[in-house]
């Protein structure tokens, strides 16, 4: 049985460092292996439940300095029995699209 792929949004492959604040408030710093209009795929030593709640705080270089975008999202799948050499792999889905600032960042 073949499976779907059920991307809506292209998604780009990059290295950016990220912050995310869980529901109990603690702030941690992780790494985004990837990137759409609608969400992210992130790498962390923790794994969160699928649903939780998180903001997302992307540090994104740029040529006046580096430009802080936050997104509000909930974690859509995670992988917490597969860590690769960097740390567990969950996806988070922004509740708001990130369209506009993905495409200034792919110029």
């Known amino acids: 049985m073949e499976k779907n792929n059920r991307r809506v949004f292209r998604r780009v492959i990059v290295e950016l460092e990220v912050d995310y604040r869980?529901?109990?408030g603690k702030l941690r710093s992780s790494a985004c292996r990837d990137l759409s209009a609608g969400g992210?795929?992130?790498?962390?030593p923790e794994a969160l439940p699928v649903s939780t709640p998180v903001e997302v705080i992307l540090h994104v270089p740029g040529i006046q300095g580096e430009e802080i975008i936050r997104r509000s999202g909930v974690v859509v799948w995670?992988?917490?029995e597969v860590p690769d050499e960097q740390g567990r792999?969950?996806?988070i889905k922004f509740d708001e699209l990130l369209a506009d600032e993905l495409a200034d960042m792919i110029k």
């Open 89 to 91: 792999i969950w996806g």
């Open 40 to 44: 992210l795929k992130l790498q962390t």
């Open 22 to 24: 869980r529901p109990d």
């Open 78 to 80: 995670n992988q917490p």
